[in-house]
């Protein structure tokens, strides 16, 4: 999903182009690479009806291996980036699995990503049968946690256990009592559709809920369906689709007002000849608040490899959350293989007696050489992995969009992702 079609081609071709400098500037490690060497890769949606998350997700990253390096790098040694490769679509599989080959042969010891639950589904066999460590900042798909994945995967979003729940109980709390949903027949749009329309039931609302193909473009018969039982609230569930269905249901005279968006499709639609029709409408969206100071550090790390303007922040946070707690876990194990990160990124994250908190990689490193345990928390929260890599408690923030077609943070909720 991206703003708009131009702008997701100016992006597209700046992020590609820093992807092509991390991929031409030595960063392959060779064969016989020492295990106090950390190398780090990427899977992220370069292209696709996700690549609107790449903005954000390229500033976290950059930001974080910026701050590892000038605190000292892992081990002595500065962090290596093997590359920032494209996840694409899913019609188009073979290009993540091939970007999570090319990391591999690359040496790489953590790779972030994939963005999409489903892009996930067809690398991370391939990562963690490699004992390389995978932290996704936006899978939110329920059935990762059970994956088996030999202990290699964690992420930093919370499951849709958690999403589906807060938002189907903002739309109660809201007073809707008959709500449609419209969702991708993906297992991102199936996961969420199936908590969410649960969590309503329970509440005594009545639900309607209608499948799409993913990339589907023609929306006029799901519509139809979705007004039939004259909803009062309806949920959209998609990627960017939602540009097809939004300005569809304002023609056939749906309050905007009374739409609810999720992740997927939160966007800024200023640009949109339909933005004012979303006045009053609500968004959730993993994550809570970030302060002013951390934004401006995400502005100038984009700006810094890409030259462009940050606008969006969503997953920025977690992504850069996901590439500290992995060094922090590398220098903590004193060995920055896979296998090295996963044996101490679990406890790195849990608070306990006698450990120091810590909120920043420097912060983290002095204490580590200082002989102390750690507990990292980080700007998406106290993460707190479990046994199947999922953080215990997260955060989901509710927007509300305005006239002009922009959306701020209302309230955030503190819940457990796994429950």
Same mark, same amino acid.
């Given at each position: 999903?991206? %703003?708009?079609?131009?702008?997701?081609?100016? =992006?597209?071709?700046?992020?590609?182009?820093?992807?092509?400098?991390?991929?031409?500037?030595?960063?392959?490690?060779?064969?016989?690479?020492?295990?106090?060497? $950390?190398?780090?890769?990427?899977?992220?949606?370069?292209?696709?009806? $996700?690549?609107?998350?790449?903005?954000?997700?390229?500033?976290?990253?950059?930001?974080?291996?910026?701050?590892?390096?000038?605190?000292?790098?892992?081990?002595?040694?500065?962090?290596? %980036?093997?590359?920032?490769?494209?996840?694409?679509?899913?019609?188009?599989?073979?290009?993540?699995?091939?970007?999570? @080959?090319? $990391?591999?042969?690359?040496?790489?010891?953590?790779?972030?990503?994939?963005?999409?639950?489903?892009?996930?589904?067809?690398?991370?066999?391939?990562?963690?049968?490699?004992?390389?460590?995978?932290?996704?900042?936006?899978?939110?798909?329920?059935?990762?946690?059970?994956?088996?994945?030999?202990?290699?995967?964690?992420?930093?979003?919370?499951?849709?256990?958690?999403?589906?729940?807060? %938002?189907?109980?903002?739309?109660?709390?809201?007073?809707?009592?008959?709500?449609?949903?419209?969702?991708?027949?993906?297992?991102?749009?199936?996961?969420?559709?199936?908590?969410?329309?649960?969590? %309503?039931?329970?509440?005594?609302?009545? =639900?309607?809920?209608?499948?799409?193909?993913?990339?589907?473009?023609?929306?006029?018969?799901?519509?139809?369906?979705?007004?039939?039982?004259?909803?009062?609230?309806?949920?959209?569930?998609?990627?960017?689709?939602?540009?097809?269905?939004?300005?569809?249901?304002?023609?056939?005279?749906?309050?905007?007002?009374?739409?609810?968006?999720?992740?997927?499709?939160?966007?800024?639609?200023?640009?949109?000849?339909?933005?004012?029709?979303?006045?009053?409408?609500?968004?959730?969206?993993?994550?809570?608040?970030?302060?002013?100071?951390?934004?401006?550090?995400?502005?100038?790390?984009?700006?810094?490899?890409?030259?462009?303007?940050?606008?969006?922040? @969503?997953?920025?946070?977690?992504?850069?959350?996901?590439?500290?707690?992995?060094?922090?876990?590398?220098?903590?194990?004193?060995?920055?293989?896979?296998?090295?990160?996963?044996?101490?990124?679990?406890?790195?994250?849990?608070?306990?007696?006698?450990?120091?908190?810590?909120?920043?990689?420097?912060?983290?490193?002095?204490?580590?050489?200082?002989?102390?345990?750690?507990?990292?928390?980080?700007?998406?929260?106290?993460?707190?992995?479990?046994?199947?890599?999922?953080?215990?408690?997260?955060?989901?923030?509710?927007?509300?969009?305005?006239?002009?077609?922009?959306?701020?943070?209302?309230?955030?909720?503190?819940?457990?992702?796994?429950?």
């Amino acid at each position: 999903m991206s %703003l708009f079609a131009s702008k997701r081609k100016a =992006v597209t071709a700046a992020v590609a182009a820093v992807a092509a400098v991390a991929l031409t500037t030595g960063t392959t490690l060779p064969a016989n690479a020492a295990d106090n060497q $950390l190398t780090v890769g990427a899977i992220v949606p370069l292209t696709g009806a $996700l690549s609107f998350l790449v903005p954000p997700e390229i500033a976290g990253i950059h930001l974080a291996l910026d701050e590892i390096n000038a605190a000292g790098g892992v081990l002595g040694k500065q962090v290596k %980036l093997a590359g920032i490769l494209d996840e694409a679509d899913g019609d188009s599989p073979a290009v993540s699995q091939d970007s999570a @080959t090319k $990391l591999l042969a690359a040496k790489a010891d953590l790779i972030i990503g994939a963005a999409s639950s489903a892009r996930t589904r067809l690398v991370i066999n391939k990562i963690t049968g490699a004992k390389v460590v995978q932290i996704s900042g936006s899978n939110t798909a329920p059935d990762l946690t059970n994956w088996k994945d030999n202990g290699f995967y964690f992420r930093t979003a919370p499951s849709d256990l958690l999403q589906g729940r807060v %938002l189907a109980n903002q739309v109660l709390q809201d007073g809707a009592s008959n709500v449609a949903i419209l969702y991708q027949d993906t297992s991102y749009g199936v996961g969420l559709n199936t908590q969410a329309k649960a969590v %309503l039931v329970k509440g005594k609302a009545t =639900v309607n809920s209608i499948s799409f193909p993913e990339t589907e473009t023609n929306f006029a018969s799901y519509i139809d369906k979705a007004l039939a039982g004259k909803p009062d609230a309806i949920i959209i569930i998609s990627y960017n689709e939602s540009k097809k269905i939004i300005p569809a249901l304002q023609a056939k005279g749906f309050s905007g007002g009374n739409l609810y968006l999720v992740d997927g499709n939160a966007v800024d639609y200023s640009a949109e000849t339909y933005a004012s029709y979303l006045n009053g409408a609500k968004a959730s969206i993993p994550g809570k608040a970030l302060d002013a100071a951390f934004k401006a550090r995400l502005v100038a790390s984009y700006k810094k490899y890409t030259g462009k303007v940050l606008t969006d922040f @969503t997953y920025g946070e977690s992504l850069y959350d996901a590439v500290i707690i992995g060094a922090l876990a590398a220098q903590a194990a004193k060995d920055a293989t896979g296998t090295g990160i996963k044996s101490q990124i679990t406890e790195i994250s849990k608070a306990g007696a006698g450990k120091v908190t810590v909120t920043s990689y420097a912060a983290g490193l002095k204490a580590l050489k200082a002989g102390k345990k750690i507990n990292y928390d980080g700007k998406t929260g106290a993460i707190e992995f479990d046994k199947n890599g999922d953080p215990t408690g997260a955060f989901i923030g509710i927007h509300r969009y305005s006239a002009d077609g922009k959306f701020k943070l209302v309230k955030t909720v503190l819940g457990s992702s796994v429950k």
